[in-house]
């Protein structure tokens, strides 16, 4: 992949990689925001340290599990929202329906073959 600046890095577990980088996937959710994840800054999309994809941040939206809705969903590259939530209690098994979670959304900028 061409170097390309970037502002952070933003870690995808492998499953998530194909649809990153076809633009299925179009946001993640997190439990918490690093401070360079800031709209219009752009993140180095990694995956067990290796860059995949240069995205760039277009939203950051405060939410929380029972606020989520099937627009999110497809997003997140999911069906609906009952797929989200099986995949973040599997990754966050004590999430409250309640808890703050933050949506960022994202653009593919550039993303290795």
């Known amino acids: 992949?061409?170097?390309m600046h970037t502002d952070g890095n933003i870690a995808f577990l492998a499953?998530?990689?194909e649809a990153i980088r076809t633009g299925k996937k179009r946001a993640?959710?997190?439990t918490r925001v690093h401070p360079t994840w800031?709209?219009?800054k752009r993140l180095a999309?990694?995956?067990k340290g290796k860059t995949f994809a240069v995205l760039k941040?277009?939203?950051l939206i405060p939410t929380s599990l029972q606020a989520l809705t099937d627009l999110d969903a497809r997003s997140l590259g999911r069906s609906n929202v009952e797929e989200v939530r099986e995949g973040l209690l599997t990754i966050y098994p004590h999430l409250r329906e309640d808890a703050p979670l933050h949506l960022v959304r994202f653009l593919v900028l550039h993303a290795s073959p």
């Open 45 to 47: 999309a990694t995956c």
């Open 15 to 17: 499953a998530y990689v």
């Open 1 to 3: 992949m061409t170097a």
């Open 28 to 30: 993640t959710i997190r």
């Open 57 to 59: 941040v277009t939203r």
């Open 38 to 40: 800031q709209v219009g």
